[in-house]
């Protein structure tokens, strides 16, 4: 993409109490996956085990795509060109440190012109903060 940035945005680095086992069998299924997206801003949510779409507020439509799957490790997901108008990546990382705490990270790397990433920068970086607080608190 001509003037294209790639730029990582990175939240902390959280913890959980439950298994890598669990949080991977979790967020690695779509139809699970609405539950770390903020309640507010979602709606139209539609899954497969694989895909999703969904209306973001105020962006529209979009959707995500499993491209990579390490299991107990890594879930990689792209834009839906087929919903997006907006190409970015979404890595969860995740790393055991015993049976019961499990540290999680989330990148994302919107794919967009410069002139973009100011606009997006905050609201990217609001996500991945609150992905990590949901998996932190959540029951799995």
Same mark, same amino acid.
């Given at each position: 993409m001509e003037g294209s940035l790639n730029m990582?945005?990175?939240?902390?680095?959280?913890?959980?109490?439950?298994?890598?086992?669990?949080?991977?069998?979790f967020i690695?299924?779509?139809?699970?996956?609405?539950? $770390?997206l903020p309640a507010d801003k979602v709606?139209?949510?539609?899954?497969?085990?694989?895909?999703?779409?969904?209306?973001?507020?105020? $962006?529209?439509r979009t959707g995500l795509m499993i491209v990579e799957k390490e299991p107990h490790k890594l879930l990689k997901m792209a834009s839906n060109p087929e919903f997006s108008s907006?190409?970015?990546?979404?890595?969860?990382? $995740?790393k055991k440190v015993?049976?019961?705490?499990?540290?999680?990270?989330?990148?994302?790397?919107?794919?967009?012109?410069?002139? $973009?990433?100011?606009?997006l920068k905050i609201p990217l970086q609001k996500l991945a903060d609150g992905i990590i607080k949901k998996v932190e608190g959540f029951d799995f």
């Open positions: 990582k945005i990175e939240s902390k680095i959280g913890k959980s109490n439950s298994s890598d086992v669990k949080i991977y069998d690695s299924n779509f139809h699970n996956f609405k539950e $770390l709606s139209g949510w539609e899954a497969s085990e694989d895909k999703c779409s969904f209306n973001v507020d105020p $962006l529209g907006y190409q970015f990546n979404i890595w969860i990382q $995740l015993a049976d019961s705490d499990t540290r999680v990270k989330v990148t994302i790397e919107p794919l967009v012109n410069k002139m $973009l990433l100011p606009m």
